[in-house]
Structures are given as structure tokens and as C-alpha cells.
């Protein structure tokens, strides 16, 4: 089950997402990490009104909604890897959770970053188009469902 955690970058914290497995190609693809990966893509996308920060160049590249590893949701994750490559620590078709707990990540926006951890830069980015800072509670907003699978609401 995803959670909603307090992440600290560069002595800055911030409300964030965290996966519970990795999500991805030959993963265990939990419905509900599924489900978090495909809102926070779909977020990013919506807020910069385009696949630009993900990667991804028409409609048909963002994933549905529908917390099932599909071949759209994986060709987003190695799209999205391909884009950011030189900013993460891996390329691998795969978004593992991260341990933000008790962690100080001191590694610049540059890099080298998780995925996830990227996805949660680009989501805070989103957030402030919005004028807001935490883009958690509008990722709660759009995609309710995620309320249910949240822990730590």
C-alpha cells in the first residue's frame, strides 16, 4: 500500500508519496503502488499541460487510471526513466519505494535521484502552477480513490 510520508531534501520537508513495492517490468505491480504511479504520472502531464517534464509526446502515452501494470503504464515508466536518465540513479523500467524515513537525501534535483523521488520533485513543481505546496492533497483531490489506499491519512 502507498504511503504519504514527510520527506526531507536538503534539510526542507515536504509531504511526498512513497511506493510499498517496486512497480514496473516483472515487479510485484501492487494494484494500489499501480494506482499511485499512474495519478502522479497522469498529475504531472495534466499541470504542465503536456508530456514534456514526463517524456511522453501525445495522449495515448499517459497511462490510464486503472491500477493495472499494462504495457501503456510500463512504456510510460521506461518513458518517463529515458527522459530524466541523467538525473537518476537507475534506468531500469522499475520505480522502487525509497527509505525517506529519518533521511536527509542531500543529493541536488540534478541528481542522482530515484525515481520516485523525481516524480515527487516534478509533482511539487506541478503543485505550484496550482498555486499550492503540497501536491498530495491535490493528488487526493483528482484521484479519490487513493484516499482508500493511502496509509497515513
Known amino acids: 500500500m ?32 499501480v494506482f499511485m504511479v499512474q495519478a502522479l504520472l497522469r498529475f504531472i502531464v495534466e499541470a504542465f499541460h503536456g508530456g514534456r517534464m514526463t517524456g511522453m509526446t501525445s495522449a495515448g502515452e ?5 491500477g493495472r501494470m499494462d504495457a501503456v503504464t510500463l512504456a510510460a515508466i521506461r518513458t518517463f526513466q529515458r527522459r530524466w536518465a541523467h538525473n537518476l540513479i537507475r534506468s531500469d523500467g522499475v520505480i522502487h519505494p ?52 493511502t496509509d497515513g491519512l
Open 2 to 33: 502507498p504511503i504519504r510520508e514527510q520527506i526531507m531534501m536538503q534539510g526542507e520537508i515536504s509531504m511526498g508519496f512513497n511506493l510499498s513495492k517496486p512497480v514496473g517490468d516483472k515487479q510485484f505491480n501492487l494494484r494500489d503502488d
Open 62 to 66: 499517459v497511462p490510464d487510471f486503472n
Open 98 to 149: 525509497a527509505q525517506y524515513r529519518f533521511r536527509n537525501i542531500t543529493a541536488s534535483p540534478r541528481g542522482p535521484l530515484m525515481t520516485i523521488t523525481m516524480l515527487h520533485l516534478l509533482a511539487q513543481d506541478a503543485a505550484r502552477r496550482f498555486n499550492e505546496t503540497d501536491y498530495t492533497e491535490l493528488v487526493l483531490q483528482r484521484f479519490f480513490v487513493l484516499r482508500s489506499v
